[in-house]
């Protein structure tokens, strides 16, 4: 199933659809099978705690639904309250050259093995989807696309082995990793409001069996900068799964960026981010700068 959420660009209403070779189709109304939380809220997202649940029912509901055009909507993230979103530092060799090479990247900071770095977490509030575009919050500074393939965690985990690791997935995106060049913690610079945009939807786990062999391209402006497979990631989706668990219990919801390849490089406002990865999709996404949207 290729999931998403969207905004009707008439009504403002926010929508959950599937997505079809024709279009997407609403299947808002299998939201109200979702249990009523009261407060305080457990830390997971809802709607991707009861999928296994709803899966039936969103599909019958949209196989009643009209199919409307992906273009007549704007994509929002497919994930919408994620307890945390954990991400991978240089998870390719290539990007690791690159990043140690390149002062404008390291601004100093010493630029360790993942091994040695962990994993880092970024603010829930940088969530973006491909319709609402990139705002550059310091456009005198470099801020630069990543490419990645993120992971949705499906059900809640703790240490949990390699081996298993693939099956507390819920599904997988495209994820732009936005960064803000510098020499501040990577949690700050990477969280600004529309940083973590996630899309174009959801492809959910039963649908790619596999992540290990996945191409990633990314272009701005139609220009290629970055291209790569999952395969040679230095750490794989599993043993990033296993290594994050091994620190935090993973609630469903929990979104992975699991690192970027080499080739990352600025955007500015006008510019069109293009970022397609294997088995997912592509999505396009607008960079503007925000002062742009605050007078809009
Ligand atoms: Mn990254």
Redesign the pocket.
């Known amino acids: 199933m290729r999931l998403c959420r969207y905004r009707d660009r008439r009504s403002g209403s926010t929508h959950v659809g599937i997505v079809e070779a024709d279009g997407i189709r609403d299947a808002t109304a299998a939201l109200d099978d979702l249990p009523a939380y009261r407060y305080p809220l457990p830390p997971l997202d809802p709607f991707i705690a009861a999928l296994p649940s709803i899966s039936e029912r969103l599909r019958k509901i949209a196989s009643d639904a009209p199919s409307r055009s992906l273009a007549s909507v704007d994509l929002l993230s497919p994930i919408a309250n994620p307890g945390k979103i954990i991400?991978?530092?240089?998870?390719y060799r290539d990007h690791l050259d690159e990043a140690r090479a390149d002062a404008q990247i390291h601004h100093q900071n010493r630029i360790a093995e993942i091994q040695r770095a962990g994993l880092f977490l970024k603010a829930t509030s940088s969530l973006a989807g491909a319709g609402e575009g990139v705002r550059i919050r310091h456009p005198e500074r470099r801020n630069d696309h990543?490419i990645?393939l993120v992971a949705v965690i499906g059900r809640k985990v703790s240490r949990i082995e390699r081996a298993d690791a693939l099956s507390c997935v819920a599904g997988y995106c495209i994820g732009l990793?936005m960064?803000t060049r510098g020499p501040e913690e990577r949690s700050l610079r990477?969280s600004i409001d529309t940083y973590a945009v996630l899309g174009p939807w959801l492809v959910t786990a039963d649908e790619l069996a596999d992540p290990s062999n996945l191409e990633l391209l990314l272009t701005v402006n139609g220009e290629s900068r970055q291209r790569a497979n999952t395969r040679d990631l230095i750490i794989d989706v599993a043993g990033l799964i296993a290594l994050a668990s091994s620190f935090y219990t993973l609630w469903p919801g929990d979104v992975l960026?699991t690192?970027?390849p080499a080739g990352v490089g600025p955007v500015q406002s006008g510019d069109i981010i293009r970022a397609s990865i294997d088995s997912l999709g592509s999505m396009e996404v607008a960079v503007l700068n925000e002062s742009w949207s605050a007078r809009a």
Do not use: L, S
Request: charged share 30%; hydrophobic share 30%.
């Open positions: 991400a991978a530092p240089v998870n990543e990645e990793d960064t990477k960026f690192g970027t």
